[in-house]
């Protein structure tokens, strides 16, 4: 009986190389707004200043995130059945309400079924990042190119998602 077997030093030096890089995804902000959050019944008008949605964001209080985050992609999706665009802003901020980091502001055009949009976030000069608490988002309904005013009777609706996708190291 004879056996044979095939070996290979191992080369150890290749564990210095390997790097970890876990992705963390997560929901962030979802709402819906319809055609009352944009009108006021009382006096028959539209409503013109932003309506504002503050919702906590706690990953970043782990000193693990902190320490390791290299990059956050923001993704938001939007779907706009009024026939207005909107403006929307989207800032991140710190426990005493100072942002921290802002998106560039976004315009979601009239009925919009499929509005998509995503930035990313280095980390690396952008330190203060890491501080935020909370997320603001601001829609701020844009006027009329006619002069119409909504009609409350009309089922209108905006639904708003967005999500975070974090890279860290390791």
Same mark, same amino acid.
């Given at each position: 009986?004879? =056996?044979? @077997? =095939?070996?290979?030093?191992?080369?150890?030096? #290749?564990?210095?190389?390997?790097?970890?890089?876990?992705?963390?995804?997560?929901?962030?902000?979802?709402?819906?707004?319809? /055609?009352? *959050?944009?009108? *006021?019944?009382?006096?028959? +008008?539209?409503?013109?200043?932003? +309506?504002?949605?503050?919702?906590?964001?706690? +990953?970043? #209080?782990?000193?693990?995130?902190?320490?390791?985050?290299?990059?956050?992609?923001?993704?938001?999706?939007?779907?706009? /059945?009024? *026939?207005?665009?909107?403006?929307?802003?989207?800032?991140?901020?710190?426990?005493?309400?100072?942002? %921290?980091?802002?998106?560039?502001?976004?315009?979601?055009?009239?009925?919009?079924?499929?509005?998509? &949009?995503?930035?990313?976030?280095? +980390?690396?000069?952008? #330190?203060?990042?890491?501080?935020?608490?909370?997320?603001?988002?601001?829609?701020?309904?844009?006027?009329?190119?006619?002069?119409?005013?909504?009609?409350?009777?009309?089922? #209108? $609706?905006?639904?708003? $998602? @967005? @999500?975070? %996708?974090? &890279?860290?190291?390791?």
């Amino acid at each position: 009986l004879i =056996c044979f @077997s =095939c070996s290979k030093q191992l080369d150890f030096s #290749q564990v210095e190389d390997l790097s970890l890089a876990p992705i963390v995804e997560s929901s962030l902000v979802f709402f819906t707004l319809n /055609q009352f *959050d944009f009108f *006021d019944e009382i006096n028959s +008008i539209e409503v013109t200043s932003p +309506i504002n949605d503050v919702t906590g964001f706690s +990953i970043l #209080q782990s000193k693990f995130v902190q320490n390791n985050l290299i990059e956050v992609d923001f993704h938001i999706e939007v779907r706009n /059945q009024f *026939d207005r665009d909107f403006n929307v802003s989207v800032v991140f901020l710190d426990a005493e309400n100072v942002i %921290t980091y802002a998106l560039t502001p976004i315009v979601i055009n009239k009925n919009t079924q499929n509005f998509s &949009y995503n930035e990313s976030i280095p +980390i690396t000069g952008n #330190q203060d990042f890491l501080r935020a608490t909370k997320i603001q988002v601001s829609i701020e309904l844009s006027p009329s190119s006619d002069g119409a005013v909504l009609d409350p009777s009309i089922e #209108q $609706k905006l639904e708003f $998602k @967005s @999500s975070g %996708t974090f &890279y860290l190291r390791v």
